[in-house]
């Protein structure tokens, strides 16, 4: 059964400050994606990582992608309150099938703190 | 991005009733997803809706607890069958629309509650 996994699941961070979001997964897949979730509203694409070394940055956030060690990380650099909310990763296990079926990680509820 | 709305945007609901959600895409998409989100967990994707054949089902979702039609390639529906309060979630539809950029966009959300 395939998983993926975050860490941390709760992150509270001071304003300007730097830091990592983790998410490990346990199939091989070179489909991962981010997405944003605010409180009481639906999922906000982030990135679409397709390829090992892959790497994305909009803004304050950078994603990446090792498809070796099936992991992928999140870094908030110079983190300011807007960027409070929770960040799901999540992995196409079949992604040479093209099925679409993504399965998600736990979430990591971020808060920054001014 | 793909825009995309569902009906309605919250319930509230009987033990033993039925509940339809509409989810509409503002243009023609392959493939279109439903998810759950239990209040304070991540999402577990319910169901592939097919166009023109039956939806294909996850591991612990069946069609008769949430029987999923697919019309056209811009609308489906899911409904939630004989619900109980362990039903209470939001439900979301999903779509990828280029295949490829792979890129899925997800509906604002149906949040039920059942009493």
């Known amino acids: 059964e395939l998983k993926v996994e975050q860490n941390p699941l709760f992150l509270s961070m001071q304003e300007g400050k730097n830091y990592t979001i983790y998410c490990n997964y346990s199939?091989?897949?070179?489909?991962l994606y981010w997405y944003r979730q605010d409180p009481g509203k639906s999922l906000e694409s982030l990135f679409v990582?397709?390829?090992?070394?892959a790497v994305k940055q909009e803004g304050r956030l950078m994603a990446s992608l090792d498809t070796k060690a099936r992991l992928s990380t999140l870094h908030i650099t110079a983190a300011v309150h807007d960027l409070s909310a929770t960040y799901f990763c999540?992995?196409?296990?079949?992604?040479?099938?093209?099925?679409?079926?993504?399965?998600f990680g736990q979430g990591t509820t971020l808060q920054v703190k001014p | 991005s793909a825009v995309i709305s569902q009906k309605p945007s919250r319930d509230i609901c009987q033990r033993g009733t039925s509940l339809t959600i509409q989810c509409q895409v503002d243009?023609?998409?392959?493939?279109m997803f439903w998810y759950r989100q239990q209040p304070g967990q991540s999402l577990t994707l319910i169901a592939t809706?097919?166009?023109?054949?039956?939806?294909?089902?996850e591991s612990g979702f069946v069609i008769d607890k949430f029987p999923i039609s697919r019309p056209n390639l811009t609308f489906s529906t899911l409904t939630v069958s004989n619900m109980s309060p362990e039903d209470s979630s939001i439900y979301l539809c999903?779509?990828?629309?280029?295949?490829?950029?792979?890129?899925?966009?997800f509906g604002p959300g149906t949040r039920l509650t059942v009493l």
């Open positions: 243009s023609q998409v392959t493939m």
């Open positions: 809706a097919n166009q023109g054949s039956e939806a294909t089902y």
């Open positions: 999903s779509v990828e629309r280029d295949y490829g950029a792979h890129e899925q966009f």
């Open positions: 199939t091989t897949s070179d489909r």
């Open positions: 999540a992995v196409d296990p079949l992604s040479s099938s093209n099925t679409g079926k993504l399965i």
């Open positions: 990582l397709l390829s090992n070394g």
